[in-house]
């Protein structure tokens, strides 16, 4: 039974830093891309992240360029996603995704994403 759950979100204050996780279970993810997606209030899913099975390329969305970093540790079956520089508006839940089909980049489009986890919520105020 496989299984990605995501860790690490959290209220925080404008300006402040978040580092996700995303732990896998009945996975391997190095033989995976990953993405990460959020899902703001009242909106519809988004790509932000993702990152290739060897971890040498990364794609990021423009809103968060410069602020989010993508990284993997394949020996612990993680990928971690840090956050800085924190605004409202990246407030909402923040899922990863694997796919195991991504070739040499991977994809912010969430329709290549077989397996999800369950979320974690990222709140940014004051």
């Known amino acids: 039974q496989w299984q990605l759950v995501e860790s690490g979100g959290g209220l925080v204050q404008p300006g402040g830093s978040l580092r996700l996780s995303c732990a896998a279970s009945g996975l391997i993810l190095k033989y995976y891309a990953v993405g990460w997606f959020r899902q703001a209030p009242g909106k519809e899913r988004k790509g932000v992240s993702c990152?290739?099975?060897?971890?040498?390329?990364?794609n990021y969305t423009d809103s968060v360029k410069g602020r989010f970093t993508v990284s993997r540790d394949n020996a612990k079956n993680e990928v971690y996603l840090q956050i800085n520089r924190l605004k409202p508006e990246d407030t909402g839940v923040y899922y990863c995704?694997?796919?195991?089909?991504?070739?040499?980049?991977?994809?912010?489009?969430?329709?290549?994403?077989?397996?999800w986890g369950q979320g974690t919520q990222v709140t940014v105020s004051s």
């Open positions: 990152i290739n099975e060897s971890g040498f390329s990364t």
């Open positions: 995704a694997a796919e195991s089909s991504a070739g040499a980049g991977c994809t912010l489009s969430d329709l290549r994403y077989a397996f």
